[in-house]
């Protein structure tokens, strides 16, 4: 089995963008730690990142054929992106909704999601501790699929 991690705008700047939201880790140390996480499971972990919007869309498209599922970090996309939104609901990826910070707690504009309605589920909050819980998450729905 193999997953996409994939990262959205502005998440390549992890480690020194505001850390005390986002931690001190890198988008490198993140990466990182997804494929050794992968790799403890026995699943290849594929990771990706891009600020642009189509790129994204494209990464999705692309993942169809190639990857089990998807954990998405959309970023900012994730209130905006109806492009996102139809990305994953058109292949029809399984994929898990991601975010270091806890959004419900911030700014309002925050707490709405294009991706949550076509997202297997949603976690946030965990920091860097995220990504994993997401990959577990993700394997768990793709173990127990019918
Ligand atoms: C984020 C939360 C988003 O609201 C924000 O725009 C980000 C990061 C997170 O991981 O906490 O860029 O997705």
Same mark, same amino acid.
């Given at each position: %089995?193999?997953?996409?991690?994939?990262?959205?705008?502005?998440?390549?700047?992890?480690?020194?963008?505001?850390?005390?939201?986002?931690?001190? %880790?890198?988008?490198? &140390?993140?990466?990182?730690?997804?494929?050794?996480?992968?790799?403890?499971?026995?699943? &290849?972990?594929?990771?990706?990142?891009?600020?642009?919007?189509?790129?994204?869309?494209?990464? @999705?498209?692309?993942?169809?054929?190639? !990857?089990?599922?998807?954990?998405?970090?959309?970023?900012?996309?994730? !209130?905006?992106? @109806?492009?996102?939104?139809?990305? @994953?609901?058109?292949?029809?990826?399984?994929?898990?909704?991601?975010?270091?910070?806890?959004?419900?707690?911030?700014?309002?504009?925050?707490?709405?999601?294009? @991706?949550?309605?076509?997202?297997?589920?949603?976690?946030?909050?965990?920091?860097?501790?995220?990504?994993?819980?997401?990959?577990?998450?993700?394997?768990?729905?793709?173990? %127990?699929?019918?």
């Amino acid at each position: %089995t193999s997953i996409l991690v994939l990262n959205g705008p502005n998440l390549n700047l992890l480690g020194t963008r505001q850390p005390e939201i986002y931690g001190h %880790t890198t988008l490198a &140390d993140v990466e990182e730690m997804c494929v050794a996480h992968g790799k403890t499971h026995g699943i &290849d972990v594929t990771c990706a990142q891009s600020n642009h919007e189509g790129a994204l869309v494209t990464h @999705i498209h692309e993942a169809r054929g190639k !990857h089990a599922g998807i954990v998405l970090n959309a970023g900012a996309y994730t !209130h905006t992106s @109806i492009a996102l939104m139809d990305a @994953i609901k058109g292949t029809e990826m399984p994929t898990v909704e991601m975010h270091l910070s806890n959004v419900h707690a911030r700014e309002s504009f925050r707490h709405t999601s294009f @991706i949550a309605p076509v997202a297997i589920g949603v976690i946030a909050g965990f920091g860097v501790n995220s990504y994993k819980l997401a990959i577990d998450a993700l394997l768990g729905f793709l173990e %127990t699929r019918p």
